[in-house]
Every structure is written in C-alpha cells, then in structure tokens.
C-alpha cells in the first residue's frame, strides 16, 4: 500500500461511510471474492499490528504509591510521625505511620481501574473471525485482522472490527453499548452523507457490537486502537481524575492547618527563648504543640466513615469501587444519565393496540408477562374482543424470538421487538407453545430491511384453508390492505387515513408502530413468495411500543429534584424517543417544558456556549462518545458535581471523567465496571438516590467529626502557647497529648462516625461545592469550646500549683479537663443544629458506650501506677473532679445555648450550618 492510503486506512477520521464499494476496495487494494493474499496479510499484520487496543503507558507503579504521600495531610501525619518517633513513643508512632500507609496503599490500589477498563476492551474485541483470504474461507483470531480484510459475519457473532459492509442479508447489529440504540440496528450496503452521525452508519459494523440476525460481509477498514471502541480506549486513558469534594476541603484545611502548625510552634520556641528559657525545653514545648495540634485521628476517621458507607451501600445493592465515591454523591448538583437500561428497562413493551377500531392501553414492562390490557380504563377479557386476539396472535405466529426464564430474569432469544409482541400476547393469555401447536408454521418470508415486513404461512383448525400473518412497517403493509375488521370481526373497507392518523398520534408519543395483516390461503399452498402478500390483505391492527421507564425511576428522579439535583438524560437514541421517555420519568424543566440538543445540533454550539447549553437543556440525543465526555467537562467548568450513569462502553469516558461515575451491574459492560466509581448491582436508578442520602449523611458526619476534633487540638496548642506567653510552667507533657489525641479520637470522635441520619437531610439543597469545609457558625463555635478548654485547663493547673504545689497532679487535672470537655462535646456535636434532647440521648448508644469506656481508661490514667509511671500522672481527690465536671458541664451548657440562639426556630431540623 502507498504511504497515503497508509494514512487514510490508519486515519480515526477516515469516512468509510460515505465511499462507494468500490472506492473503498480500490483505497484498501483488496478483493471482495478472494479477499487478501495470506502474504499480503501478513506483510500487514507486520506493518499496522494486531488487532487489539493497546493498553497505555501510564505513570510507574512506583511513583503512583509514593504521590499517595503527596499531601499536605499526609506531611502533617508524617511529621507526627518523626516527632514521636524521636520521643521514643514507638507505638504511637507506628500507629500513626500505620494510617499513612493504609492509606496510601488504599489509593495506590485504586489507581489501577483505568488499566482493567482498557484490559476489558481488549477482551471485547478478542474474538474468532471468519474471512476469505487467498480464495479460500477461514476462521483466524481477530487480533490477526488486517485493513483490507474480508470478514463474513452471521447471526450470534461478534464483530471483531469496523468494517465497511459491501453485502448484507437482513443483517441487524446490537450497537446499544456503543451508541445507545435501544434497538438492533438494520444494516445496508449504499454510501451515506460524509457528515451523518456515528449511530446512523449503516453501511458500517464496529468492533465489539453483535450480530442479532443475519448475514453479511465487509472490509475492514480498521483496527485496534483506530476502531470506534479503540478511539473510546483513549479517551478513558485521557479522561482527567477529578477530586472528590471532600478531598478537596480536606486538602484545603490541611493546607491552613500545616502552616498553622508551623507558625504556631515557631512562635513558641522563639517567645520562650526570648525570654531567657532553655532552647531544649523550648523546643521539647514547641514540639509538645505541634503534636497537640496535629489531628491525628482525621485520617483514620476519614477512612473508616466511608468504609462504613460503602458497607451500608451494599446493604442497598450499590457496590462502591472507591471510599469517596458515597461521599461525592451526596454533594452532587447534576445527575448525567444514560437512557437505554439505566432509566428504561431495556425491555421493548407493548403499550398501546390499535384494532377492530378500538383503541387499547397494555400495562406492565418488561418482558415479564405480568399486566392486563385496558378498554376505555378497564381491564377486559380478552376473549370478548376477537379482532384484537387475532392482531396479538400474529404477533406471536410470525415471530422467531423467545422468553426464557434464566437467573431470575426473563431475557430474550433474539429480536427485542418481536419479544415484546409475544409478552403482549402472553398478556392476553395466549400461550406461546400452544398457538404454535394449534397453528405450525408451514413457511415464511424473513424480514429483510429493505421489504421491512415478515410474512409466514401456518395451518389452521380448517384443513381446506391456510393463514398468511404478516407484520412489518405501516407505510408497507397499510396500502396493500384491502379491507379491515371491524369490532364485530366482520370485514369492512379500510380507511387508510384514517390509520395513518392513529399511526402519527403513536409515533408523536414516542412509540414504534408496527402493523399487522392476514390473508387466507388455499389449503394445498405449501410454500409463501413475494407475490403472495402483493395485495388483497386484511389489516387487523397495530401494536406500538417503547422501551418503558423503570417503575422506581419516576419517584427517584423527583425525590433528586426535590433534594436539589438536576437530573439530564444523554443518550445516543433519536431525539422523540429521548424526549418522551424523558417526560415520562419527571425531566421536564420550567413551565413542562423538555428542552432537547441533538448530537449534530451540538457540533454548532461554540467551546464558550456550550456550559450553559449544557446547564439548561435537560436531554442530549444521539450524541457520540466524546460527546458525553464534553457534556460532563462543561457542567465541571459551571461548578457542579457530576454524577454520570451509564452501562455501555460509550458511557466509560463519561463515567471515568465525571466526579463520580455510576455503572449498571448487570447489563453494565466490564469497561463501563471499569471506568466507574460504584456499581449498582441491580441497575436501579432508584438506588441512586439512596446513594444520594447516604453520602449526605456521611458527609454530616465527617464534618460533626472535624468540628469536634479540633478544640481538642486547639485547646492542647492553646495551653502550651499561653503558657509559654505567661512563662508558666508547660501544662501538659508531649506524652500526655499523645494520649489524649488518640484515646479520644478513637473512643469519643469515631462514635460520630455511627450517628444516625438526621430528619429533613434530603430537603436540604446540595452542598455548594465552593461552599468551605468549616462555615464561618462552625468556626465561631470552635473557637467558643477552645477558648473554654485553655481557660479551664489553665484555671486548674493554677489551682493545683497553688494548693499542693504537685505539678504531675496539675497536669494530671489538665488532661482530665480536655477530656471531659471534649466527651460533654461529644454529644453537642451528634446535631450541629438541633438539641441533644430533640434528637434523643439514646439514638446513638455507640455513644455512650465510648464516653463510658473512655471516663474508665481516664480513671486507670489517672489512678493506676503503671500509668503514673508511663504517662506522668498522679491520682487526683475528689474536689478536683468537682471542679473538673464543672468546666465539662459549662461547656456542654454553653454550645447548646449557642445552638438554641442560632438555630431555635428550626424544629424540623431541616437548618443548615451556614
């Protein structure tokens, strides 16, 4: 090959589609009989590799598990760490190092679902293919595939790449997980306009789709990385990571709260210096507020409340592939969801019957034969209605499809819409074996794209007389219908008009329309040709049908929008079908109103419009893979928080880019698995919005848990500062903050990570993604127990100094305080808005539980020996714990007087910490 149909035939931007047959074969210089010399073969094997998509060179292992550490938190941990470490604490120090590297190990582990989402598109592809090569038919691994290859496909295969077709016989590919057609797709031969979407290539088969019916032969004209799946590969590859909300704030506090740290510990060591103190005591107390200040806990924390929502998750069939990923659905402003088996079922159904010039509504979706079929809103039986028995029986008698019961499912043998009729009239109490029993079929004309109909002939209860069923597009049975059936079942003239008006009155719903005729046959006709069903047919109705919204859809996207979520639909299906689907589940934006974008209509719209395109229009219909990916960035750029759904590989981009990707676990292709960050186990939307309130919850807690934990550190850093300031004696010993940083954060703080989700969470609007981690209310309060915790603790170390002058039990009365003060905290902070009262002291006994167990390990602290010896401490009489619950007490009192002067008048506890 020349070195210009080398880039044409390599080029991703090559349209095949628009060539004739034969410009084609003369740009891939082959030969449609005799297909590729094996030499020539070979040669091009050598020189455009297998056919596989190539899986990318990413950054080394090494390095991705060492960038784990690359964050201001982690610095914080690991200073932490060097601290203890030099103090000699060694198993403080290797519980605090223990965090860091699971950690980092839990993300280093994480990282790799890029590489088996590209691996699962290798496997898609990885299949057997037939081809004619050196005149002769064989079978050859797809990865051996060439440009210019010939390949003969048939019904059950799968396509091993894009191929231009040159020949095909009523051949229908599955491109759902490619395009998002929900139907199998009717293939042709004949050039197209060079400008036509990637879903309405027909003359094209692509890598990865399967052949529903038919045969068909084609050139390939590419492979590997340049197919249409190989192109999405790179995309995956390309999508950028997205931070989580809440590693975002966390990031950000960790940041204020490193060089808070460092600003604050200086301070001391200089201050104290200056004023003539030892620079070793000075720095022994420099360090004593560094690790006082540092919230060791945080991290532990972080992990473990979202390891307890993603346990709570699979409770509610919802698989979490990443710990933030609960979290960041509780923040999200915009919901991208697929169409096709994510808020449909995948399912054709019947809906809607037109015969006997009565009109019929079909309830039930789905192919399980579950509904009954209405008359003017009333259930009917069927028996009573002859002509609309007759339609629905030769839906079932010309029909090559099954329904089999198979894993708790009912799934299809074959085409989805004739599936669909035989469910319609299963619903009628027609049995599939049984029809067939009472009526064989003698012969048949198979669909084929270009008649558009099927027609089969059958014996009946009369041996002097024969039946031809035939089904198929209106416009080419309608004029070839003599006469109709009335209510009665008696013939009379038809009124082609008249049908075609209900036909448009279906279609402007969304529905597709087939019709169905009858023409009976001598008893002696044994075979059926063209000629047969020319004319002279009775029409006997029309089914229409789409592929139903799931039934917990309607309530799950109106329980998002009352919650303050937009929820979009982008879909590669047309546009009517997008948009009636789309008012069907409740998308409808001001006024009713659905706006919808097309694929082609989004080409037109500039770099700078498209954000708010993006932000106003609620569906986007038959958009391409990068297409999606575009959607998701622009709703980024606006602010929001993007959660995509989807279950096919034109989805895995999206997903991989969005701030959280949500894949369909049983319809959902492996790279869509891949490329997300949860997967629903049984492709619910529904439990979407479960996720919704569960990472809400979460992200509540998380935040109850920082706004407790740092009056702790404050308060530690504050009494050493000040005393330092005061030239005081320190307070309290590096050793003792150790001791408290962790019992309490693990006894007191985790307690929070199990509080109960408060009432009016999912009436609250989403989280303002700018909004910071600490509100300036949150802050305020911080300061207030922080403030109570220096004060208190400085009150009582005075008070002890002067009566006994014992330094080890005035430090032991400080320890006590923080501790007692920040377990009072404790049960403030189970509502930052509400009372402890309203909201029950017994809701949370995990609670109680760890404020108990943590005032036992403060009496051994303070009472046994050992403990003396290890931790400095010496045993304290009673009026000192007097005085102690006192300050505890006034702290509790004083938060919740804060709260009720703030927050009072919101019972419902639907208030907000702004």
Same mark, same amino acid.
């Given at each position: ?286 360090? @004593? #507020?560094? /690790?006082? %200040?540092?919230?060791? +806990? =945080?991290?532990? $924390?972080? !992990? &473990?409340?979202?390891?307890?929502? *993603? ?108 599936? @669909? #009729?035989? /469910?319609? %009239?299963?619903?009628? +109490? =027609?049995?599939? $074996?049984? !029809? &067939?029993?009472?009526?064989?079929? *003698? ?472």
């Amino acid at each position: 090959m020349s070195e210009v149909e080398e880039r044409t035939v390599a080029s991703e931007e090559a349209r095949w589609h628009h060539l004739e047959t034969a410009e084609a074969t003369r740009l891939l210089e082959s030969d449609l009989r005799h297909g590729l010399t094996p030499e020539e073969a070979s040669s091009r094997l050598k020189r455009f590799g297998p056919n596989v998509v190539s899986s990318r060179g990413g950054t080394p292992a090494w390095k991705r598990l060492l960038l784990q550490l690359h964050q201001p938190l982690v610095y914080i941990l690991l200073a932490a760490v060097g601290v203890t470490a030099a103090l000699a604490e060694w198993v403080d120090s290797g519980v605090i190092f223990a965090v860091v590297l699971v950690n980092a190990v839990v993300g280093f582990i994480q990282e790799s679902r890029a590489e088996r989402a590209i691996e699962a598109l290798s496997n898609m592809v990885t299949t057997q293919a037939v081809v004619r090569r050196g005149r002769r038919k064989l079978s050859v691994p797809s990865a051996e595939l060439v440009p210019g290859d010939v390949v003969l496909l048939q019904s059950g295969d799968r396509v091993p790449a894009d191929l231009r077709l040159f020949d095909a016989h009523n051949l229908h590919c599955d491109e759902s997980a490619l395009t998002g057609e929900s139907l199998p797709v009717a293939k042709h031969t004949d050039p197209l306009d060079r400008d036509i979407a990637l879903a309405d290539r027909r003359n094209q088969a692509y890598a990865g789709t399967l052949v529903t019916a038919g045969q068909g032969e084609g050139l390939v004209w590419a492979t590997g990385d340049h197919t249409e799946t190989g192109r999405i590969a790179w995309l995956i590859a390309e999508a950028v990571e997205i931070s989580t909300p809440l590693t975002r704030k966390i990031a950000q506090f960790s940041k204020l709260l490193l060089w808070v740290i460092l600003g604050l510990a200086a301070l001391t060591f200089a201050v104290g210096v200056a004023r003539g103190e030892a620079a070793v005591d000075m720095f022994m107390a420099a360090v @004593a #507020l560094a /690790v006082g %200040a540092i919230p060791e +806990g =945080l991290p532990a $924390a972080v !992990t &473990i409340v979202l390891a307890i929502g *993603v346990s709570r998750m699979a409770e509610r069939r919802a698989i979490i592939r990443k710990l933030p990923a609960v979290e960041t659905l509780g923040s999200t402003t915009v919901i991208c969801s697929d169409k096709t088996g994510t808020l449909t079922e995948n399912q054709m159904t019947v809906q809607a019957i037109r015969a006997g010039g009565r009109s019929y509504q079909v309830t039930g979706g789905g192919y399980a034969p579950e509904g009954d079929i209405l008359f003017e809103g009333r259930a009917i039986d069927p028996d009573e209605h002859p002509v609309l028995l007759e339609c629905l029986r030769a839906g079932l008698l010309c029909n090559d499809s099954q329904i089999v019961f198979e894993g708790g499912r009912h799934e299809v043998q074959g085409d989805p819409t004739e599936a @669909a #009729l035989l /469910v319609s %009239a299963a619903k009628a +109490g =027609l049995a599939h $074996a049984e !029809t &067939i029993e009472q009526s064989p079929r *003698v012969d048949m004309i198979p669909f084929e794209s270009e008649h558009m109909f099927r027609a089969t002939l059958h014996t009946g209860g009369d041996e002097s007389q024969r039946v031809i069923y035939k089904v198929g597009a209106v416009e080419r049975l309608l004029e070839r219908c003599d006469e109709t059936l009335g209510p009665d079942g008696r013939s009379a003239p038809i009124d082609h008009d008249a049908v075609r008006r209900e036909v448009d009155k279906m279609a402007a719903d969304g529905l597709r329309v087939l019709a169905f005729a009858r023409l009976h046959a001598p008893g002696s006709q044994d075979n059926l040709a063209h000629e047969h069903v020319r004319g002279g047919l009775t029409f006997l109705g029309l089914q229409a049908m789409l592929d139903p919204p799931r039934r917990e859809v309607i309530e799950a996207v109106a329980e998002c929008r009352r919650a303050g979520i937009a929820v979009k639909m982008i879909t590669g299906d047309h546009a009517v079908t997008a948009g009636v689907i789309a008012g069907r589940v409740g998308l409808a934006g001001a006024g009713g109103k659905i706006d919808v974008l097309t694929g082609r209509e989004l080409e037109g719209v500039s770099p700078e419009d498209l954000p708010r395109a993006a932000d106003e229009t609620e569906v986007f219909a038959r958009v391409a893979p990068e297409q999606k990916l575009r959607l998701v960035q622009a709703l980024q750029s606006r602010g929001h928080v993007v959660a995509m759904t989807g279950d096919g590989v034109n989805d895995a981009p999206a997903l991989k880019q969005a701030d959280i990707g949500v894949a369909m676990g049983v319809t959902g292709t492996d790279v869509a698995k891949g490329a997300a960050d949860m997967v629903l186990t049984d492709d619910n939307f529904a439990s979407i919005e479960a996720a919704v309130e569960e990472g809400r919850g979460i992200f509540d807690n998380l935040t109850k848990f920082i706004v407790w934990t740092l009056p702790t550190n404050l308060g530690e850093g504050g009494i050493i500062l000040v005393s330092i300031l005061l030239g005081l004696t320190l307070p309290v010993l590096p050793v003792q903050v150790l001791w408290v940083n962790m019992t309490t954060a693990l006894l007191l703080g985790l307690m929070l990570v199990f509080e109960p989700r408060e009432r009016g969470l999912m009436a609250r609007p989403p989280r303002d993604p700018s909004r910071p981690l600490l509100t300036l209310p949150l802050i305020m309060r911080t300061g207030l127990v922080s403030l109570i915790i220096v004060a208190g603790g400085l009150w009582l170390f005075d008070a002890q100094i002067g009566t006994a002058g014992d330094s080890a039990a005035a430090r032991t009365a400080v320890v006590n305080t923080i501790v007692l003060v920040e377990t009072a905290y404790l049960f403030s902070c189970r509502s930052l808005s509400r009372s402890l009262f309203t909201i029950g002291l017994l809701t949370n006994r995990l609670a109680i539980l760890g404020a108990g167990t943590m005032i036992l390990l403060q009496g051994l602290f303070t009472y046994a020996p050992v403990m003396n010896q290890l931790f400095h401490t010496t045993p304290l009489e009673v009026g000192v714990w007097v005085r102690i619950a006192g300050v505890a007490l006034f702290s509790f009192v004083a938060v919740e007087i804060e709260k009720w002067i703030r927050f009072g008048r919101h019972r419902d506890g639907g208030a907000r910490f702004e």
